[in-house]
């Protein structure tokens, strides 16, 4: 699993990779995702899109990037983040503590949940620095989204790791399904 402190440590690596990934738009972009997570979590959060950076040209939907987002959480917010649910290829959580805790997180899932191919959804496992891990069991029901090692060549890379199985395929494969 990803831990936090390689998460804040990937936040400042790659900076210039990051800043050319993120200008994608979802038409030049060859995958997009909705990422789900806490807003207590933005330097995790900033460090997972770098860590995706380096490993493909995708974007990234945050919503508080969004300068389209009300400025005010209400119902055009749920409206727009269900939309761009929908409308993104992949739905990631980023299972941290915080995403735990969120009242928004949960719904977003939910919403993935009904409008997503199964095969469209994987969870970020995140290890806190204490070493515990706070998914709830319902997150056991997607497949992960982890470092693994590549058979072939033995390069550590995020892989896609299916229910109840100890091996993976690397994420750009599950990208390009």
């Not at 400025?71 to 990631?92: G, H, P, W």
């Not at 009242?103 to 469209?120: Q, R």
């Not at 995140?126 to 982890?146: A, C, K, M, R, W």
Request: with cysteine.
């Amino acid at each position: 699993m990803l831990t936090e402190r390689e998460l804040l440590n990937y936040r400042g690596v790659f900076l210039n990779e990051s800043r050319a990934y993120k200008s994608f738009s979802k038409a030049s972009a060859q995958v997009s995702i909705f990422l789900s997570h806490s807003h207590k979590d933005k330097e995790l959060v900033e460090g997972f899109i770098n860590y995706l950076a380096y490993s493909s040209q995708i974007v990234v939907y945050v919503d508080w990037l969004d300068s389209d987002m009300p400025s005010v959480t209400n119902r055009e917010t749920a409206r727009r983040i269900k939309q761009k649910i929908e409308d993104m290829d992949y739905f990631l959580v980023l299972a941290t503590r915080n995403a735990m805790d969120s009242k928004w997180v949960p719904w977003e899932i939910g919403v993935a949940d009904k409008t997503k191919p199964a095969n469209k959804i994987a969870i970020i496992p995140v290890i806190d620095p204490y070493g515990n891990y706070h998914g709830n069991e319902y997150l056991q029901l997607y497949p992960s989204v982890q470092p693994g090692t590549l058979k072939v060549t033995g390069e550590n890379v995020l892989c896609l790791f299916d229910v109840n199985e100890s091996t993976g395929i690397s994420i750009k494969s599950w990208f390009s399904r």
